[in-house]
Nanobody
Framework: QVQLVEPGGGLVQAGGSLRLSCAAS????????VGWFRQAPGKERKFVAA????????LYDDSVKGRFTISRDNAKSMVYLQMNDLKPEDTAVYYC??????????????WGQGTQVTVSS
């Protein structure tokens, strides 16, 4: 079992930055990939970024490449998503999840409760 909590999130102006955190508990966290997904109102949940258990391999959706960076600190059981040059279309509820290093929601077994990110224009 893994439990995930996502503190952070908030309101930021376009062009600004925000860092999301994902705090994990559970023995399998350090050996599992972690992904970030987001869901805008009325839309399906979509892949944003993922990182493997060691932190050596990461995946990004094209819409965030060059702007977002995913990282992890296994000693602290934390995963981070640094978001720079934010755009209004980045507005969504962001979720972290633990599972396999994939871009689909089905590959992840455990999910956080989500945190709201709102980017104003």
């Amino acid at each position: 079992q893994v439990q995930l909590v996502e503190p952070g999130g908030g309101l930021v102006q376009a062009g600004g930055s925000l860092r999301l955190s994902c705090a994990a508990s559970g023995r399998t966290f350090s050996s599992s990939a972690v992904g970030w997904f987001r869901q805008a109102p009325g839309k399906e949940r979509k892949f944003v970024a993922a990182i493997d258990w060691s932190g050596s391999t990461s995946l990004y959706d094209d819409s965030v490449k060059g702007r977002f960076t995913i990282s992890r600190d296994n000693a602290k059981s934390m995963v981070y998503l640094q978001m720079n040059d934010l755009k209004p279309e980045d507005t969504a509820v962001y979720y972290c999840a633990v599972g396999l290093l994939r871009t689909t929601t089905a590959a992840y077994d455990y999910w956080g409760q989500g945190t709201q990110v709102t980017v104003s224009s």
